[in-house]
C-alpha cells in the first residue's frame, strides 16, 4: 500500500512557464516531506524541505506548499528551464522517526521544452 | 560538501554471482541506506544500518545482504545474482538537521545481471 503517492509519471511544460508537481500522502503521522530531484544516471540530490508546521516554504525559483486537511503537497518550479528536466521524488517521513523511515512516491518525470 | 561514494557506474554480472556493491561516506554520518530504483517504482530501501555493525531490513531486502564494519563503509550483497536483480542501486548517508533527517546520496552503480 503506497504511502506517497505520485499520480503522474510524467510532466511536460515550456520553458518559462510554471511547472506544478503534485505529490499525496496517506499516512496521517508524516510531518516532514522533502522533494529530490534525480538526473539520468546521476543519484538524488536534496531539492527542498517543508515541515507540517508550515504551508510553504520557498527557495528561489522552488516553492513547495502543504495542504495538511487534504494531505496533499506541490511543488512549483517558477519558471521553468530546460535544466530542471529530471525526475522529481517526493519523500515524507515522521520527524525524529525511527532512522531508514523515509518514504518516496514513485517519481514524476518532468520535460521543460525549449 | 557531503561525498558519498560508490565504487562502481556500471556493472555486468552472470547469473548465480556474488555480487559486492561498495559504499563509502567522508562526512561520519551515523546511517547509511540502500535503495535500489527501478522504472515506475521509485526509490525502494532495501536495507539501512544505525550503527557499525547494526543493520535493519528495508521494504525489500529479500535476495540481499549488508555488512557495515566501518562507519563510513556500507556494502550490499548479491549471494547469488537473478535476472530481477538488474537494477540501479543507489547508496545514501544521512544525517539529523534537527531532528528532520537528510539523505545525501551516491552517484548510484547500475547493475545489469544476465
Known amino acids: 500500500d503506497q504511502q506517497v503517492k505520485q499520480n503522474s509519471p510524467s510532466l511536460s511544460v515550456q520553458e518559462g512557464r510554471i511547472s506544478i508537481l503534485n505529490c499525496d500522502y496517506t499516512n496521517s503521522m508524516f510531518d516532514y516531506f522533502l522533494w529530490y530531484k534525480k538526473y539520468p544516471a546521476e543519484g538524488p540530490t536534496f531539492l527542498i524541505s517543508?515541515?507540517?508546521?508550515?504551508d510553504k516554504n520557498e527557495d528561489g525559483r522552488f516553492t513547495v506548499f502543504l495542504n495538511k486537511s487534504a494531505k496533499h503537497l506541490s511543488l512549483h518550479i517558477v519558471p521553468s528551464q530546460p535544466g530542471d528536466s529530471a525526475v522529481y521524488f517526493c519523500a515524507a517521513s515522521v520527524i525524529g522517526g525511527s532512522q531508514g523511515n523515509l518514504i518516496f512516491g514513485k517519481g514524476t518525470k518532468l520535460s521543460v521544452k525549449p | 560538501d557531503v561525498k558519498v561514494t560508490q565504487s562502481s557506474r556500471y556493472l555486468v554480472k552472470r547469473t548465480g554471482e556474488k555480487v559486492f556493491l561498495e559504499c563509502v561516506q567522508d562526512?561520519?554520518?551515523?546511517?547509511m541506506f540502500w535503495y535500489r530504483q527501478d522504472p515506475g517504482l521509485g526509490l525502494r530501501l532495501i536495507y539501512f544500518?544505525?550503527?557499525?555493525?547494526?543493520?535493519e531490513k528495508g521494504d525489500i531486502p529479500e535476495g540481499y545482504s549488508v555488512s557495515r564494519e566501518k562507519k563510513e563503509r556500507f556494502s550490499l550483497i548479491l549471494e547469488s545474482a537473478s535476472t530481477n536483480q538488474t537494477s540501479m542501486y543507489l547508496c545514501?548517508?544521512?544525517?539529523?538537521?534537527?531532528?528532520?533527517?537528510?539523505?545525501?546520496f551516491g552517484s548510484g552503480t547500475q547493475l545489469s545481471v544476465l
Open positions: 562526512m561520519d554520518h551515523e546511517n
Open positions: 544500518s544505525y550503527d557499525v555493525k547494526m543493520k
Open positions: 545514501a548517508s544521512s544525517f539529523l538537521q534537527g531532528r528532520q533527517e537528510k539523505l545525501f
Open positions: 517543508i515541515s507540517s508546521i508550515k
